[in-house]
């Protein structure tokens, strides 16, 4: 079968500072990953949540979801699985941040809101956080100063044999206009930055397509991708969503 757009995946870092200091990016993570089934629940859920697994073993592990309140402050609730039994959750979250499982697991994982039962995300066995990118960042008062701050992410082919040829990373959506993003110099790279406050050195970011290094995206290769939010100073609080596009061919 050909590369299909399943088999590419946006993956972790081994570092994602939710401060100003720690040590940001690094090689790619894969019990992390970045998109959820639904970006707007993610970003406006505005109800409690419940979680399941496919597998009738997996009790051991604890669900935790963190996100914001209706009054803005960040918020978590630890969910104790029941195998495929629901377990339903007593916080009302306005958004989510990010959902952590405290070991593996057999089953994929569904996180749903509680109120039709739409799936939030599933989270399949290998993968043990969903999160979104630039943790709690906020801008600066009005006045004060423009704040940049950087956080990478791997693009990865998890096809098992073929490649995607002449693969190529695109700005598909920036709907606050306020994310520029740059490639590493190569694949399966370990590049990081003193903080996520500090730019990578040696990179430029722009919203223009780049071509992955060497023209293609062998199977198993991941190309990192650093993201870099600017934020005015002023800036209010958004709820927006940004996507990436990868693009290629396959035989």
């Known amino acids: 079968m050909p590369v299909a757009a399943s088999d590419i995946k946006i993956y972790g870092s081994a570092n994602h500072p939710e401060n100003d200091s720690d040590t940001?990016?690094?090689v790619i993570d894969t019990t992390v990953r970045f998109?959820?089934?639904s970006a707007s629940l993610f970003n406006s859920l505005g109800d409690t949540v419940e979680v399941f697994s496919t597998a009738a073993g997996d009790t051991t592990q604890t669900v935790t979801v963190t996100g914001r309140n209706a009054g803005g402050e960040i918020v978590s609730e630890p969910l104790a699985l029941a195998g495929t039994s629901?377990?339903?959750?007593?916080?009302v979250f306005a958004s989510i941040l990010k959902i952590v499982v405290s070991a593996s697991h057999a089953g994929t994982i569904t996180v749903r809101k509680a109120t039709g039962d739409a799936t939030i995300v599933a989270i399949e066995p290998g993968v043990?956080?969903?999160r979104r990118p630039f943790y709690d960042v906020?801008?600066?008062a009005a006045g004060g100063s423009e704040r940049k701050r950087y956080e990478k992410v791997f693009v990865k082919n998890t096809h098992g044999t073929l490649a995607l040829l002449g693969a190529q990373i695109l700005e598909q959506a920036d709907a606050e206009a306020q994310i520029a993003f740059a490639l590493a110099a190569s694949k399966n790279d370990s590049g990081t930055s003193a903080n996520r406050a500090t730019a990578p050195a040696g990179l430029t970011f722009d919203s223009s397509a780049k071509n992955v290094p060497g023209g293609n995206l062998a199977a198993g290769e991941a190309i990192g991708v650093w993201l870099e939010l600017t934020l005015p100073a002023g800036d209010p609080p958004?709820?927006?969503t940004f996507t990436l596009r990868v693009s290629g061919t396959t035989t």
């Open 35 to 37: 998109v959820p089934d």
């Open 138 to 140: 906020a801008a600066d």
């Open 24 to 26: 940001a990016g690094g």
């Open 238 to 240: 958004t709820v927006a």
């Open 86 to 91: 629901v377990v339903n959750g007593a916080t």
């Open 128 to 130: 043990l956080s969903i």
